[in-house]
């Protein structure tokens, strides 16, 4: 199980580190030690350097060497890491139910008239593609763990599971593993500002980052319920941004005049306004224009006060969930509304 809230702003010597990392180039493992602290007794957890040797581990033992590994790497650069979430325990279960809803629909597809018609035993090999034995499914492994995690499809682990349910279940909880670090870094919610090729740039990665990041230092959020708030703020404040300038550039711009039909209305305004008299200082608005400047104005109005609206979430979210910390207590005494009074003291052990 992951733990909570692992900080590190500066990188420690080999005698200052808390985890410990040691190579046995003989058996071709490594071991992680980890020092005791006041809650929690010292651990070493050794597995296979190997990564695909890795990935044959039964579950229990992945999950564990997999927190260590996170462990360690925890003390070399400063990362969020919160507690695992309810599907973390069910997930192997989940596994299996995913797979099969995705082999359903897939057998469903290839033996109707738009996947080809194909036979039972026709339909069954190209969902399960080949019927690995333990190299080949090694070899997969190694290739699936050396290409971007979000390309690895369900085919993929269907493949991997006919041959070793360990092996896929592993590898489903290095991509949920992945998920979440996205989810936890703000790169997934990220990527909701980059629809089309052309703006998955640098420039507005980092701009939302760098919000996500700002509003992070000043409410310091625990947990995910927290941290997707955040998200939800910092989405509304770009989208507040945007719609800003699109009413300014929309109300005091000059529009493109790409539509025959507006040239002449505008030939028709400028031999009008050769006459004017001088206390006429604007011009009447197109019906179009006037619906662009007024639909401006109201979608900024609209993520101003969803923006608004998301901190007063999180504000009444701290607000019903506060935390005690009670130290070194001789008696206490708890009760809820209009409950019994329960007094907890100290056993002076």
Request: aromatic share 8%.
């Amino acid at each position: 199980m992951k733990t909570n809230l692992v900080k590190s702003n500066k990188k420690k010597n080999s005698d200052e580190r808390k985890v410990i990392f040691e190579e046995f180039p003989e058996t071709g493992e490594v071991e992680i030690q980890t020092s005791a602290t006041e809650n929690i007794p010292a651990k070493k957890v050794r597995f296979p350097e190997d990564v695909a040797e890795r990935y044959k581990l039964q579950p229990e033992e992945f999950v564990e060497v997999q927190d260590a590994i996170e462990a360690y790497q925890a003390e070399d650069r400063e990362i969020l890491i919160y507690a695992n979430s309810i599907e973390s325990k069910i997930g192997y279960d989940s596994l299996i139910r995913v797979l099969g809803n995705y082999f359903g629909k897939q057998m469903a597809y290839l033996r109707s008239v738009e996947g080809g018609s194909l036979s039972l035993e026709a339909a069954l090999a190209c969902v399960y593609k080949n019927n690995f034995d333990e190299a080949q499914a090694t070899n997969l492994i190694n290739e699936m763990v050396s290409i971007p995690t979000d390309t690895i499809g369900f085919s993929d682990l269907l493949a991997v599971h006919r041959n070793s349910p360990a092996m896929a279940e592993n590898l489903w909880e290095a991509i949920k593993r992945e998920a979440q670090c996205e989810f936890e870094s703000g790169h997934r919610a990220a990527n909701a500002f980059e629809p089309a090729d052309y703006m998955k740039d640098a420039w507005n990665r980092a701009g939302y980052l760098g919000l996500r990041e700002s509003f992070c230092a000043e409410w310091e959020p625990k947990g995910g319920i927290e941290l997707s708030m955040i998200d939800t703020i910092a989405q509304a404040f770009l989208q507040l941004q945007f719609w800003t300038k699109e009413s300014v550039l929309r109300s005091q711009t000059k529009p493109r005049e790409e539509d025959h039909e507006v040239e002449i209305i505008k030939k028709l305004y400028n031999e009008r306004n050769k006459h004017r008299r001088k206390d006429e200082l604007w011009d009447i608005p197109l019906v179009s224009q006037q619906s662009a400047v007024e639909h401006a104005a109201q979608m900024a109005d609209r993520w101003q006060r969803m923006y608004f609206r998301a901190i007063k979430n999180l504000r009444d979210w701290r607000r019903l969930t506060p935390q005690v910390t009670i130290n070194n207590p001789s008696q206490v005494n708890i009760a809820n509304d209009g409950g019994q009074q329960v007094n907890v003291a100290s056993n002076g052990k």
